[in-house]
């Protein structure tokens, strides 16, 4: 299996890739915005994702960047928002682009992707807890579960803790 996602927020822009795809012999799994490819991503241990500029819920640098050392990012946009994206596990195509070079390009990406990694398992007690804190930021900050899965994945990178930790944080400053 070759660990290609396609996310773009249109549905239309899915299926023209999918289906170009499709023609090199390729598969994809759809998804339309940047959590559902973070799912996916960890899921399938890694692999290469082509999306346009903006995803439903954030953009493809800061895809690229929560996707570091796990996937490398293959943007296809109109030149102008290509400029303003960057990373190092981020690589640009302007639209339209040509079928050959497509295909080239993903052969190269395929090459580069990071080596499948198996998907971690937190034990029961530390998901608990995390599902936990997250249910707080939900309730009490009025966040969607994808926000409050950045937000502590955010806090527990910015603090050098594990998500569990930066959970068990989360917790304890509501109890108080």
Request: hydrophobic letters at 45%; aromatic letters at 6%; proline letters at 3%.
């Amino acid at each position: 299996m070759d660990r290609i996602i396609v996310a773009f927020s249109g549905e239309e822009a899915r299926r023209r890739i999918l289906r170009l795809l499709a023609q090199e012999g390729w598969e994809g799994v759809p998804c339309a915005g940047g959590a559902e490819v973070l799912r996916a991503v960890r899921r399938m241990g890694g692999g290469v994702v082509i999306c346009g500029f903006y995803l439903r819920d954030m953009t493809a640098d800061a895809l690229a960047e929560d996707l570091r050392g796990l996937a490398v990012v293959l943007v296809i946009a109109k030149a102008a928002y290509l400029e303003l994206c960057g990373g190092e596990n981020l690589y640009k195509l302007a639209a339209p682009v040509s079928r050959p070079e497509f295909a080239s390009t993903l052969r190269l990406l395929l090459d580069r992707a990071p080596a499948p990694r198996p998907a971690s398992r937190r034990n029961e007690e530390d998901q608990a807890l995390i599902r936990r804190a997250k249910e707080l930021l939900m309730d009490v900050n009025r966040m969607s579960e994808e926000e409050a899965h950045r937000f502590l994945r955010r806090m527990a990178m910015d603090n050098s803790l594990k998500m569990r930790e930066a959970a068990q944080r989360i917790i304890e400053n509501y109890r108080t």
